[in-house]
């Protein structure tokens, strides 16, 4: 199609989400459950069937979604490269049986307002820290049901928004309980200038189906790049 493998994920995000609008008019529906692996492996859908309305809304969410499989199969897109559930596709959680795995991009991010997350989500990490002033984030990633181990990642792509003032030294912390210590870290500094992609490994986490972490910079600096389908936290896991 002419498409480099930044804007094919974006748009098969896109897809995702008016199927999942679809899918979601028929969750409304009273039913029997019924789940619905998306190719690949990596997502499921649990939605319903009893009405014809239903059929209908799960019909579309269909279409839509082998248009973006065949789309991606044709260009040849990585399988890391897969995007996550996003809140607004609440059925869009998945699960996995012994022996898959998968790769989850673009976890949600929040800013941590007076210690607390705000409720925009946005998709960019932008970290800052000036004396006694911080600008922390939680991202949240959407696990598989079924999940055994989870490792957290950051990569760079070839082509990138990736800028880092100071020290890009960033400390991972588990939401909850509050105080806890820090479970990983990730050093950003030095890393905009190198050339080509690059993967990072981070550390391993306990999985859970809503992982939210606490990222926040250990020194004064700034980190701000824009989170896509090469660039960003990512997550590798296994069942």
Not at 178 to 203: I, R
Request: glycine share 8%.
């Amino acid at each position: 199609m002419g498409l480099d493998v930044v804007a094919q994920g974006r748009l098969f995000d896109g897809l995702v989400e008016v199927a999942c609008h679809a899918l979601s008019q028929s969750a409304h529906e009273p039913t029997s459950k019924r789940q619905m692996l998306f190719a690949g492996g990596d997502r499921a859908l649990t939605t319903t069937k009893t009405t014809s309305a239903a059929i209908m809304h799960f019909l579309k969410a269909t279409a839509f979604l082998l248009a973006a499989l065949s789309m991606q199969t044709a260009s040849a897109i990585p399988a890391r490269n897969g995007y996550s559930s996003t809140p607004d596709c609440p059925v869009g959680r998945s699960s996995c049986k012994p022996g898959e795995s998968g790769v989850l991009r673009v976890p949600e991010m929040r800013a941590m307002v007076d210690g607390k997350p705000s409720e925009k989500i946005g998709h960019y990490i932008k970290l800052s820290k000036a004396g006694d002033k911080k600008h922390d984030q939680q991202m949240t990633f959407y696990v598989p049901k079924g999940a055994k181990h989870c490792t957290i990642k950051w990569d760079q792509g070839k082509k990138r928004k990736f800028v880092v003032n100071d020290s890009g030294l960033v400390r991972i912390y588990p939401t909850e309980p509050s105080g806890a210590e820090s479970v990983g870290s990730a050093d950003f500094t030095n890393w905009p200038q190198q050339k080509g992609y690059v993967s990072h490994l981070v550390t391993s986490v306990e999985c859970q189906e809503k992982l939210s972490l606490l990222l926040s910079l250990d020194s004064d600096g700034s980190v701000k790049m824009e989170q896509d389908a090469t660039n960003g936290w990512y997550m590798e896991y296994s069942c």
